[in-house]
T-cell receptor, first 114, second 116 residues
Framework: SQQGEEDPQALSIQEGENATMNCSYKTSINNLQWYRQNSGRGLVHLILIRSNEREKHSGRLRVTLDTSKKSSSLLITASRAADTASYFC??????????????FGEGTQLTVNP | NAGVTQTPKFQVLKTGQSMTLQCAQD?????MYWYRQDPGMGLRLIYYSASEGTTDKGEVPNGYNVSRLNKREFSLRLESAAPSQTSVYFC???????????????FGSGTRLTVV
Protein backbone atom coordinates (compact mmCIF):
# COMPACT_ATOMS: atom_id res chain seq x y z
CA SER A 1 0.00 0.00 0.00
CA GLN A 2 1.16 3.52 -0.67
CA GLN A 3 2.34 5.49 2.32
CA GLY A 4 1.86 8.90 0.79
CA GLU A 5 -1.14 10.43 -0.84
CA GLU A 6 -0.72 13.52 -2.93
CA ASP A 7 -3.11 16.27 -3.65
CA PRO A 8 -4.01 17.39 -6.22
CA GLN A 9 -3.50 14.57 -8.71
CA ALA A 10 -3.13 17.15 -11.47
CA LEU A 11 -2.43 20.88 -11.45
CA SER A 12 -2.38 23.28 -14.39
CA ILE A 13 -1.09 26.84 -13.95
CA GLN A 14 0.31 29.72 -15.98
CA GLU A 15 3.97 30.54 -16.14
CA GLY A 16 4.97 32.84 -13.32
CA GLU A 17 2.36 31.54 -10.90
CA ASN A 18 3.16 29.54 -7.80
CA ALA A 19 2.38 25.82 -7.59
CA THR A 20 1.58 24.07 -4.34
CA MET A 21 1.41 20.31 -3.96
CA ASN A 22 0.47 18.48 -0.78
CA CYS A 23 1.41 15.09 0.58
CA SER A 24 -0.10 13.17 3.46
CA TYR A 25 1.33 10.02 5.00
CA LYS A 26 0.20 7.46 7.53
CA THR A 27 3.06 6.27 9.72
CA SER A 28 5.92 7.93 11.53
CA ILE A 29 8.85 8.99 9.40
CA ASN A 30 12.54 9.64 9.64
CA ASN A 31 12.58 12.00 6.69
CA LEU A 32 10.44 12.99 3.70
CA GLN A 33 11.74 13.62 0.21
CA TRP A 34 10.38 15.18 -2.96
CA TYR A 35 11.26 13.99 -6.45
CA ARG A 36 10.52 15.23 -9.96
CA GLN A 37 9.95 13.01 -12.97
CA ASN A 38 9.87 14.34 -16.48
CA SER A 39 7.87 12.33 -18.97
CA GLY A 40 9.60 9.08 -19.84
CA ARG A 41 12.56 9.75 -17.56
CA GLY A 42 13.84 8.66 -14.17
CA LEU A 43 13.18 10.46 -10.92
CA VAL A 44 15.36 13.32 -9.80
CA HIS A 45 15.82 14.13 -6.12
CA LEU A 46 14.73 17.68 -5.28
CA ILE A 47 14.83 18.13 -1.54
CA LEU A 48 14.90 16.20 1.73
CA ILE A 49 13.41 17.34 5.01
CA ARG A 50 14.09 15.54 8.27
CA SER A 51 11.38 14.75 10.80
CA ASN A 52 12.70 17.38 13.22
CA GLU A 53 12.64 20.14 10.59
CA ARG A 54 9.59 22.24 9.77
CA GLU A 55 10.63 24.12 6.64
CA LYS A 56 13.36 23.95 4.06
CA HIS A 57 14.26 26.00 1.01
CA SER A 58 16.20 25.22 -2.14
CA GLY A 59 16.16 27.83 -4.88
CA ARG A 60 12.52 28.27 -5.96
CA LEU A 61 11.43 25.30 -3.86
CA ARG A 62 9.99 25.51 -0.38
CA VAL A 63 9.02 22.41 1.57
CA THR A 64 7.13 22.32 4.82
CA LEU A 65 6.58 19.38 7.14
CA ASP A 66 3.95 19.04 9.85
CA THR A 67 4.53 15.76 11.65
CA SER A 68 1.51 16.31 13.92
CA LYS A 69 -0.73 16.30 10.84
CA LYS A 70 1.46 13.84 8.95
CA SER A 71 1.59 16.15 5.97
CA SER A 72 4.04 18.03 3.78
CA SER A 73 3.75 20.61 1.06
CA LEU A 74 5.98 21.54 -1.86
CA LEU A 75 5.78 25.10 -3.16
CA ILE A 76 7.36 26.04 -6.47
CA THR A 77 7.52 29.79 -6.86
CA ALA A 78 7.54 31.71 -10.14
CA SER A 79 6.92 28.56 -12.14
CA ARG A 80 8.38 28.01 -15.60
CA ALA A 81 7.31 25.82 -18.50
CA ALA A 82 10.34 23.64 -17.73
CA ASP A 83 8.80 22.80 -14.34
CA THR A 84 6.17 20.71 -16.14
CA ALA A 85 6.63 17.22 -14.68
CA SER A 86 5.25 14.77 -12.15
CA TYR A 87 6.19 15.41 -8.55
CA PHE A 88 6.36 12.65 -5.97
CA CYS A 89 6.71 12.71 -2.23
CA UNK A 90 8.46 9.78 -0.58
CA UNK A 91 8.75 8.89 3.06
CA UNK A 92 11.51 7.03 4.86
CA UNK A 93 10.45 5.51 8.13
CA UNK A 94 13.66 3.84 9.16
CA UNK A 95 16.53 4.98 11.21
CA UNK A 96 19.49 5.98 9.11
CA UNK A 97 21.59 3.11 10.40
CA UNK A 98 18.91 0.50 9.72
CA UNK A 99 18.79 0.95 6.00
CA UNK A 100 16.70 3.39 4.03
CA UNK A 101 13.52 2.31 2.25
CA UNK A 102 11.48 4.96 0.50
CA UNK A 103 7.72 4.66 0.07
CA PHE A 104 6.30 6.83 -2.70
CA GLY A 105 3.03 8.59 -3.21
CA GLU A 106 1.16 8.47 -6.49
CA GLY A 107 2.37 11.86 -7.62
CA THR A 108 1.02 15.18 -8.80
CA GLN A 109 1.15 16.00 -12.51
CA LEU A 110 2.07 19.67 -12.86
CA THR A 111 1.56 21.46 -16.16
CA VAL A 112 2.92 24.99 -16.52
CA ASN A 113 1.48 26.76 -19.54
CA PRO A 114 3.63 29.36 -21.33
CA ASN B 1 29.95 10.40 -14.14
CA ALA B 2 27.25 8.14 -15.54
CA GLY B 3 25.32 7.83 -12.25
CA VAL B 4 22.95 4.86 -12.41
CA THR B 5 22.87 2.95 -15.70
CA GLN B 6 20.11 0.51 -16.59
CA THR B 7 20.00 -1.90 -19.49
CA PRO B 8 18.06 -2.55 -21.58
CA LYS B 9 15.89 0.54 -22.01
CA PHE B 10 13.07 -1.37 -23.71
CA GLN B 11 12.15 -5.05 -23.80
CA VAL B 12 9.24 -7.12 -25.05
CA LEU B 13 8.88 -10.62 -23.62
CA LYS B 14 6.49 -13.45 -24.23
CA THR B 15 4.69 -14.93 -21.26
CA GLY B 16 6.92 -17.50 -19.59
CA GLN B 17 10.20 -16.12 -20.89
CA SER B 18 12.93 -15.09 -18.50
CA MET B 19 15.22 -12.10 -18.49
CA THR B 20 17.57 -10.12 -16.30
CA LEU B 21 17.50 -6.36 -15.93
CA GLN B 22 20.92 -4.91 -15.29
CA CYS B 23 21.79 -1.95 -13.10
CA ALA B 24 25.17 -0.43 -12.33
CA GLN B 25 26.21 2.68 -10.41
CA ASP B 26 29.57 4.40 -10.39
CA UNK B 27 29.09 6.61 -7.31
CA UNK B 28 30.40 4.11 -4.74
CA UNK B 29 26.95 3.98 -3.13
CA UNK B 30 26.24 1.29 -0.61
CA UNK B 31 22.49 0.83 -1.05
CA MET B 32 20.68 -0.14 -4.24
CA TYR B 33 16.98 -0.58 -5.02
CA TRP B 34 14.58 -1.89 -7.64
CA TYR B 35 11.19 -0.21 -8.07
CA ARG B 36 8.39 -0.70 -10.52
CA GLN B 37 6.13 2.10 -11.69
CA ASP B 38 2.64 1.46 -12.95
CA PRO B 39 0.10 4.07 -14.08
CA GLY B 40 -1.68 5.59 -11.11
CA MET B 41 0.32 3.50 -8.61
CA GLY B 42 3.42 5.55 -8.03
CA LEU B 43 6.61 3.56 -7.42
CA ARG B 44 6.60 0.31 -5.48
CA LEU B 45 9.69 -1.31 -4.02
CA ILE B 46 10.48 -4.79 -5.33
CA TYR B 47 13.81 -5.62 -3.67
CA TYR B 48 16.66 -3.70 -2.16
CA SER B 49 20.23 -4.21 -1.05
CA ALA B 50 21.34 -2.14 1.90
CA SER B 51 24.97 -3.08 1.33
CA GLU B 52 27.07 -5.45 -0.73
CA GLY B 53 26.23 -9.03 0.18
CA THR B 54 22.71 -8.37 1.49
CA THR B 55 19.33 -8.30 -0.22
CA ASP B 56 15.82 -7.93 1.19
CA LYS B 57 12.28 -8.07 -0.09
CA GLY B 58 10.29 -4.95 -0.62
CA GLU B 59 6.59 -4.42 -1.07
CA VAL B 60 6.06 -6.49 -4.26
CA PRO B 61 8.79 -9.18 -4.51
CA ASN B 62 6.74 -12.08 -5.92
CA GLY B 63 7.92 -13.22 -9.35
CA TYR B 64 11.33 -11.57 -9.03
CA ASN B 65 14.81 -12.41 -7.81
CA VAL B 66 17.81 -10.17 -7.35
CA SER B 67 21.57 -10.46 -7.18
CA ARG B 68 23.96 -7.95 -5.69
CA LEU B 69 26.90 -8.98 -7.82
CA ASN B 70 29.32 -6.47 -6.27
CA LYS B 71 29.12 -2.99 -4.88
CA ARG B 72 28.42 -1.50 -8.33
CA GLU B 73 25.88 -3.92 -9.76
CA PHE B 74 22.40 -5.01 -8.72
CA SER B 75 20.39 -7.15 -11.17
CA LEU B 76 16.69 -8.03 -11.23
CA ARG B 77 15.58 -11.34 -12.73
CA LEU B 78 12.17 -12.40 -13.96
CA GLU B 79 12.21 -16.18 -14.09
CA SER B 80 8.87 -16.64 -15.86
CA ALA B 81 7.43 -13.37 -17.08
CA ALA B 82 3.71 -12.67 -16.73
CA PRO B 83 1.58 -9.89 -18.28
CA SER B 84 1.12 -8.44 -14.77
CA GLN B 85 4.84 -7.64 -14.80
CA THR B 86 4.40 -5.20 -17.64
CA SER B 87 5.74 -2.02 -16.11
CA VAL B 88 8.55 0.49 -16.04
CA TYR B 89 11.38 -0.67 -13.80
CA PHE B 90 13.69 1.76 -12.05
CA CYS B 91 16.94 1.06 -10.31
CA UNK B 92 18.18 3.51 -7.69
CA UNK B 93 21.15 3.88 -5.40
CA UNK B 94 21.96 5.81 -2.26
CA UNK B 95 24.98 6.57 -0.16
CA UNK B 96 24.32 4.76 3.11
CA UNK B 97 25.98 6.39 6.07
CA UNK B 98 25.93 5.55 9.73
CA UNK B 99 25.83 9.21 10.67
CA UNK B 100 24.16 12.33 9.37
CA UNK B 101 23.53 13.84 6.88
CA UNK B 102 20.75 12.05 5.05
CA UNK B 103 20.94 11.50 1.33
CA UNK B 104 18.44 11.29 -1.47
CA UNK B 105 18.31 8.53 -4.04
CA UNK B 106 19.79 8.60 -7.54
CA PHE B 107 17.61 6.91 -10.14
CA GLY B 108 18.38 5.33 -13.47
CA SER B 109 16.37 6.23 -16.56
CA GLY B 110 14.28 3.05 -16.41
CA THR B 111 13.53 -0.12 -18.37
CA ARG B 112 10.16 -0.25 -20.09
CA LEU B 113 9.08 -3.90 -20.10
CA THR B 114 6.09 -5.31 -21.94
CA VAL B 115 5.01 -8.93 -21.43
CA VAL B 116 2.65 -10.24 -24.09
Amino acid sequence: SQQGEEDPQALSIQEGENATMNCSYKTSINNLQWYRQNSGRGLVHLILIRSNEREKHSGRLRVTLDTSKKSSSLLITASRAADTASYFCATDGREETSGSRLTFGEGTQLTVNP
Amino acid sequence: NAGVTQTPKFQVLKTGQSMTLQCAQDMNHNSMYWYRQDPGMGLRLIYYSASEGTTDKGEVPNGYNVSRLNKREFSLRLESAAPSQTSVYFCASRKQMNNLPFYGYTFGSGTRLTVV
